[in-house]
T-cell receptor, first 112, second 111 residues
Framework: GEDVEQSLFLSVREGDSSVINCTYTDSSSTYLYWYKQEPGAGLQLLTY?????DMKQDQRLTVLLNKKDKHLSLRIADTQTGDSAIYFC????????????FGKGTKLSVKP | DAGVIQSPRHEVTEMGQEVTLRCKPISGHNSLFWYRQTMMRGLELLIYFNNNVPIDDSGMPEDRFSAKMPNASFSTLKIQPSEPRDSAVYFC?????????FGPGTRLTVT
């Protein structure tokens, strides 16, 4: 079945790069997403990548996709304290009619 | 655009009462999703609609939960009767093409 796995916690120092990793199981995934959730808020769509791409860059964010290993990562350059949040990976598959399957989220803590 | 709008933002009710959560999707979006988020279970999809038609309600936990989408700009999620284990944050999201956007959520506490 479909499943998305993420590590639960990541701690980095301000100014360093953060790399949040995700694995998924469904090889028919069409799009893969990264969402950010700050305390008390909804999920904010950060970026997404189509499954025939292997990289996408958007300002400080870089998404890498290894389709063979079903591995997705989100790199945040020059991490700031405002980046502290929970980051969710999600996949959309052909058979899902657009429904997203979410991981449990990675809590990023940025220390000054 | 104001984004996905949910009301109320917070709801505290007593066990056994009926609770109605409301959602206004982003104009022009043709899919709407209801999710529940708890510490224990994470983010769970309850039900979703395409063009106002319910497509998959397999995530609705029990018959006490029901959802409607009478038109393209409004949806409700109703819990009757509510129980303490229903306490969670309920999110509505709407989608256009490949982008899904979430509302701010309703924090429900059932005592």
């Amino acid at each position: 079945g479909e499943d998305v796995e993420q590590s639960l916690f990541l701690s980095v120092r301000e100014g360093d790069s953060s790399v949040i990793n995700c694995t998924y199981t469904d090889s028919s995934s069409t799009y893969l997403y990264w969402y950010k959730q700050e305390p008390g808020a909804g999920l904010q769509l950060l970026t997404y990548i189509f499954s025939n791409m292997d990289m996408k860059q958007d300002q400080r964010l870089t998404v890498l996709l290894n389709k063979k290993d079903k591995h997705l990562s989100l790199r945040i350059a020059d991490t700031q304290t405002g980046d502290s949040a929970i980051y969710f990976c999600a996949e959309s598959t052909r058979g899902s009619q657009g429904n997203l399957i979410f991981g449990k989220g990675t809590k990023l803590s940025v220390k000054p | 655009d104001a984004g996905v709008i949910q009301s109320p933002r917070h709801e505290v009710t007593e066990m056994g009462q009926e609770v109605t959560l409301r959602c206004k999707p982003i104009s022009g979006h043709n899919s709407l999703f209801w999710y529940r988020q708890t510490m224990m279970r994470g983010l769970e999809l309850l039900i979703y609609f395409n063009n106002n038609v319910p497509i998959d309600d397999s995530g609705m936990p029990e018959d006490r939960f029901s959802a409607k989408m009478p038109n393209a700009s409004f949806s409700t999620l109703k819990i009757q009767p509510s129980e303490p284990r229903d306490s969670a944050v309920y999110f509505c999201a709407s989608r256009y093409r490949d982008e899904q956007y979430f509302g701010p959520g309703t924090r429900l506490t059932v005592t």
